[in-house]
């Protein structure tokens, strides 16, 4: 969980250090290597849109819906027919992350948040991965395609939608 709430903070702060991009959507290939070089691959889609709404469409290996408010990560589980819903910190300004990056070298930025190193490697002006270490040493690298910015994203899109007969767990 906190893996994908990280991913959406630095995908919303990485396009706002680059320009003033108001929204992404993208297609998504995330890969995660551990120390013994095991590797798992997630594809998907992404929208992001100012102030603070994400959602992350998971299509492969397994669907999954994630879904990040101001104070609300909401996370649909088709397969096992399941939702959790999780309070999120307030404190988080998802933009001001990535603003805060610094260029260093052409179409590369670094920037370090919750003593995590981020590398975001950028492509006339779209950001093109996003590289860190997360809290168990797992190399994990975000690349995405298809990338659109400062476009409108009807808000309704960030609106968790599942059957009512889903378990729900609070969290």
């Not at 709430?5 to 551990?34: G, P, R, V, W």
């Not at 849109?49 to 819906?65: G, M, R």
Request: glycine share 2%; net charge neutral; proline share 3%.
């Amino acid at each position: 969980m906190r893996l994908l709430f990280i991913f959406a903070l630095i995908l919303n702060y990485a396009n706002a250090s680059l320009l003033d991009i108001s929204s992404f959507e993208a297609d998504f290939t995330q890969t995660i290597t551990d120390e013994k070089n095991k590797v798992l691959k997630y594809k998907g889609h992404i929208l992001a849109s100012k102030p603070d709404n994400a959602s992350w469409n998971y299509v492969s290996p397994i669907e999954k819906q994630v879904f990040i408010s101001k104070y609300e990560a909401t996370i649909v589980e088709p397969e096992i027919e399941q939702v959790i819903i999780r309070r999120i910190s307030s404190e988080f300004d998802f933009f001001h992350l990535v603003q805060t990056a610094k260029e260093i070298s052409k179409d590369n930025y670094v920037t370090v948040y919750n003593n995590t190193k981020y590398s975001i490697k950028t492509n006339n002006g779209l950001v093109e991965s996003i590289y860190f270490l997360d809290q168990f040493e797992n190399k994990v690298k975000i690349v995405f395609s298809a990338q659109r910015q400062n476009h409108k994203i009807d808000k309704d899109r960030f609106i968790p939608k599942y059957p009512i007969d889903f378990d729900i767990i609070r969290d």
